[in-house]
């Protein structure tokens, strides 16, 4: 008999609205702090919400600066699933290179005496829906988390999860002290857009091209994804963006006629990983199935 296990992810997981309840997802937030002290969770995936947050930070002179969630909060999201009747908990994390909540995670973990398994997913943002959605199939297969969690961490290994954005808005990375104003000057400019890849071993996004004009940026994310996993694979793919819609729907064909996708989604880019990249963003998650 199968036990029932819960799936929790971070916040940093650009889940669709929809798969939360289809496969069964508990997301714990992380945390986002404003110059004025203002705090705020990041706790929703709602467009109205999430909209709203995109301008606010287009309209703020300082960005405002995430955190991970307390030992106490993850400890509540165990508690309250092993009440509910769950026997089991999987917990996919963010990479342990932009964030610390693996560790925490971890940490609080040991302090059951049930199964949680916590999983160093050296990812971010719409790959790890991607890698839930696999545990799901997994879990429904009859494997424990433990059994999960171990094959999830020899895919990522082996380079089976992807991730592909570029960043457009300058004057954003100006504001989060990631360019200088004179090189956000020249980008805006110019119409250059970065391509940012999150490297399976390190777990690190590294800046990999720059180009000008969106139309070019997409060219450089499908070229990017073809130096990883082959033409014709197939694959599950989540498109995702902080206030470019525009960006991710001229992806998707580009993408259909590139491999064999066996379900594509879409999601929104949320508040934490929007600080970070800022609005204007377009990119994809991908699972490299076969």
Known sequence: MKRKVKIMLDSTADIPQEWIERFDITTIPLHLTWPDGTQEDDDSREFRVISDFWRRLENSDRLPKSSQPSPGEIRSFYEKAFDNGYE????????????????TAKLVAEEFDKPIYVVDTKKASAINPLMAKRAHELISEGKNVEETGKILEKEISEGKYHAVFYVSKFDFLVKGGRVS???????????????????????????????????????????????????????????????????????KKPLEDTYNIREMATSVMGKVISTHVGPGTAGFGLYWVK
């Not at 089991?88 to 560790?103: A, K, R």
């Not at 999150?198 to 940026?217: C, Q, Y």
């Not at 070229?223 to 525009?246: C, F, M, Q, R, Y």
């Open 181 to 251: 104003k004179f090189q956000g000057f020249v980008g805006n400019l110019l119409s250059i857009n970065v391509g940012l890849y999150i490297e399976h071993k390190s777990g690190s996004m590294i800046p990999f091209k720059k180009v000008r004009g969106e139309k070019k940026a997409q060219t450089m994310l499908l070229n990017k994804i073809l130096e990883e996993v082959p033409k014709g694979s197939t694959v599950d793919v989540i498109l995702v963006h902080a206030d470019n819609e525009n960006g991710i729907n001229a992806l």
């Open 88 to 103: 089991e908990i999987l917990v996919l994390c963010i990479s342990t290179h932009m964030s610390g909540t693996y560790n």
